[in-house]
């Protein structure tokens, strides 16, 4: 059993950055993919990035893509999405997911946390 905790969300101004962290209690953090997902008022639940157990290999949303950095510390049990020149677009709720094998963009992930709120204002 994987217990995820985020934090890092708030209201920011459009061009700002954050940085999302989610902090993993349990066994094994180490063995897990990780994964962050958004739900945005109204919308699904989408995949926004995922990083490997390793931290060998990332993906990202297009949205995501050459904005938002997602990376690990297996030492702290700790997963982070650094996301830059934020946009109003990118208003939602965010979630971190863990899994122990899979594809990083699938919904289907074992763990989720209860996720932060990042608001974004033009």
């Known amino acids: 059993q994987v217990q995820l905790v985020e934090s890092g969300g708030g209201l920011v101004q459009a061009g700002d950055s954050l940085r999302l962290s989610c902090v993993a209690s349990?066994?094994?953090?180490?063995?897990?993919?990780m994964g962050w997902f958004r739900r945005a008022p109204g919308k699904e639940r989408e995949f926004v990035a995922g990083?490997?157990?390793?931290?060998?290999?990332?993906s990202y949303s297009d949205s995501a893509k050459g904005r938002f950095i997602i990376t690990r510390d297996n030492n702290k049990n700790t997963a982070y999405l650094r996301m830059n020149s934020l946009k109003p677009a990118d208003t939602a709720v965010y979630y971190c997911?863990?899994?122990?094998?899979?594809?990083?963009?699938?919904?289907?992930?074992?763990?989720w946390g209860q996720g932060t709120q990042v608001t974004v204002s033009s």
């Open positions: 997911a863990a899994r122990p094998n899979g594809a990083l963009a699938s919904t289907d992930y074992n763990y």
């Open positions: 349990g066994r094994d953090f180490s063995r897990y993919a």
């Open positions: 990083i490997t157990w390793s931290g060998g290999y990332t």
